[in-house]
């Protein structure tokens, strides 16, 4: 074990080996390489799925290279969000100054592209040069007369400073500022999926069936007069916590909005979904379509399921997400399909979410917070693990250590959630873990 992992003891427990709650939500250690991010990645991440809405990047060009058009989100109208212009800013502009820079850029993209807002993110280097974003934004905001937000994004990704959070509150900047929608009272906002391959269009689907009006999402495939509209909405579903939890707590501070945490990955929490909607408005009718909705799904599915389930009995994965409620549905998902979680890790668990990860892992499994990849390289050579899940970070420990790999991040383009998504991810485990490439390496020792 080396120094790292030494001074990371609390934050990584084995299951049935008397370790007391692991501990989480911690600046990362210093010099650990935590997979963990920047601001700037957890704000657009959220935030750049508006497809209507300009997004700006206010700082060097090296960090527009980390945008939305590298890891995916459908639109079913326009595709404003994919281009993501910087002010690319230069030496010249450390010394001097980028507010001339960035108010040139807003004012000439916004003629040019007619967006319905815009959102400013503000990177490392202008939180030292002392760029007053802010009264730039409120200048071209109204000379323009649309929203235009800053998105405070310096620093990196931990419990003091979160991206998330920032663009939860750039968000409720929109909400509430129109009421010109017709909303039903059997209405709710889809809040967390952000629709990388057609997720959202599956959820939608389901829960029209069973006669509900989705008044938003937000932000998979967003609109921004949708979003400023939500808070008309009756419930919002927040499937993505660890990003949009902040902004369903503030809506029903503000506005009235009950919130339910939910998960469309796997069968049985994509059913919990669709029947804890149902419930939640004391409508028999729409739990009779929810049951059927289900029960006809099931019968395609589990069918199909059979031949994996078959084919993977006894492979060993191990997990490691970004929301620790993905790594939740993972190792239920996987045990459908007869295959055993033996090590389970997020970037942003808090004690209840890695609870339940504990509560629902077999004996032995690893539990890792903020983890790294040498101690990742660690724990799936300890535990003989045949596949990884995880995203675009994770990708090269596993091929790297001759094991197939999963992509279950923001840069897939296969979707896995629904009853449809739970078939795709089965296929895609079941080609990975078993494909014969993997005869011609061997983990290194």
């Not at 993501?84 to 030496?91: A, F, I, K």
């Not at 916004?110 to 200048?139: H, M, Q, R």
């Not at 997720?199 to 069973?210: A, F, G, P, R």
Request: glycine share 8%; net charge neutral.
């Amino acid at each position: 074990m080396d120094a790292h992992l030494s001074e990371r003891k609390a934050q990584i427990i084995t299951k049935g080996t008397g370790e007391s709650a692991i501990e989480c939500s911690k600046q990362s250690l210093a010099g650990s390489v935590s997979q963990r991010a920047c601001v700037f990645c957890g704000s657009r991440v959220v935030l750049y799925p508006i497809t209507d809405a300009l997004h700006i990047v206010h700082g060097p060009i090296g960090c527009a290279a980390y945008t939305w058009d590298i890891r995916g989100a459908l639109s079913s109208g326009r595709d404003i969000y994919r281009n993501s212009y910087s002010t690319d800013l230069r030496e010249k502009h450390v010394i001097f100054g980028g507010e001339k820079q960035l108010y040139q850029a807003l004012s000439g993209l916004i003629d040019e592209l007619k967006p319905k807002a815009a959102f400013v993110y503000s990177t490392c280097i202008v939180g030292l040069i002392g760029d007053d974003v802010n009264a730039i934004c409120n200048k071209v905001s109204r000379e323009k007369e649309i929203p235009v937000l800053p998105v405070q994004s310096e620093g990196f990704q931990g419990s003091k400073k979160d991206g998330y959070k920032i663009a939860c509150e750039a968000l409720l900047k929109l909400v509430g500022t129109k009421n010109n929608k017709a909303v039903s009272p059997i209405s709710l906002n889809i809040l967390g999926d952000f629709n990388l391959a057609g997720e959202l269009w599956m959820l939608k689907d389901y829960y029209e069936k069973m006669g509900i009006q989705i008044n938003a999402t937000i932000t998979g495939d967003g609109r921004v007069d949708d979003i400023c509209n939500a808070h008309q909405a009756a419930l919002n579903v927040v499937q993505c916590s660890g990003s949009m939890m902040h902004l369903a707590k503030e809506m029903k501070e503000k506005y009235g909005i009950p919130f339910m945490k939910v998960s469309y990955f796997g069968i049985e929490d994509m059913s919990d979904a669709l029947y804890e909607v149902a419930t939640f408005f004391k409508d028999d009718s729409l739990m009779t379509r929810a049951k059927k909705l289900v029960s006809e799904e099931l019968g395609k599915l589990l069918p199909a399921l059979s031949f994996y389930r078959e084919k993977l009995q006894g492979k060993k994965a191990a997990i490691y997400v970004g929301g620790a409620f993905k790594a939740i549905s993972l190792v239920k998902a996987l045990r459908l399909i007869g295959v055993q979680t033996v090590v389970a890790g997020s970037q942003t668990g808090n004690q209840d979410d890695y609870k339940l990860l504990t509560e629902l892992c077999d004996e032995g499994t690893i539990l890792v917070d903020d983890s790294n990849p040498n101690e990742l390289s660690a724990f799936v050579k300890e535990t003989g693990a045949d596949i990884f899940i995880g995203g675009v970070k994770e990708r090269p420990i596993a091929h790297k250590m001759g094991l197939g790999f999963c992509d279950h991040n923001h840069e897939r383009k296969e979707a896995l959630a629904g009853y449809e998504g739970m078939l795709n991810f089965a296929r895609e485990v079941y080609s990975s873990a078993t494909s014969p490439v993997w005869q011609f390496t061997k983990l290194s020792s």
